[in-house]
Nanobody, 125 residues
Framework: QVQLVETGGGSVQAGGSLRLSCAAS?????????MGWFRQAPGQEREGIVT???????IYTESVKGRFAISKDAAKNSLSLQMNSLSPEDTAMYFC??????????????????WGQGTQVTVSS
């Protein structure tokens, strides 16, 4: 029943911005215990970017602090990721994820149970 669908990816020049959206169904984004954004570049493992818990607490990975911002839109039941000052190192497939049990632990792939299909972000120099 739970589904996550990411949109908003594309190609952008270094220094540019993109806003990703994750449309959720089967649960309430605003009431969900833990959600997050991950990314995966070719040949690399999926890494956590940021998590947000039911109280709005966020934890960002160091490489995106000050540049990326996660937010919830209760009316649209969606999760967004605003990405500014993009660099080629940000090029990856970006995934939205949700946890189905209590707590909001570290942004590790094994801690999340529902995943979107991913949306590609490519940043050129």
């Amino acid at each position: 029943q739970v589904q996550l669908v990411e949109t908003g990816g594309g190609s952008v020049q270094a220094g540019g911005s993109l806003r990703l959206s994750c449309a959720a169904s089967g649960f309430s984004v605003s009431r969900n215990i833990c959600m997050g954004w991950f990314r995966q570049a070719p040949g690399q493992e999926r890494e956590g970017i940021v998590t947000i818990d039911v109280n709005g607490r966020t934890i960002y990975t160091e490489s995106v602090k000050g540049r990326f911002a996660i937010s919830k839109d209760a009316a649209k039941n969606s999760l967004s990721l605003q990405m500014n000052s993009l660099s080629p190192e940000d090029t990856a497939m970006y995934f939205c994820a949700a946890r189905d049990t209590w707590g909001c632990p570290a942004a590790l792939r094994s801690n999340f149970h529902y995943w979107g299909q991913g949306t590609q972000v490519t940043v050129s120099s």
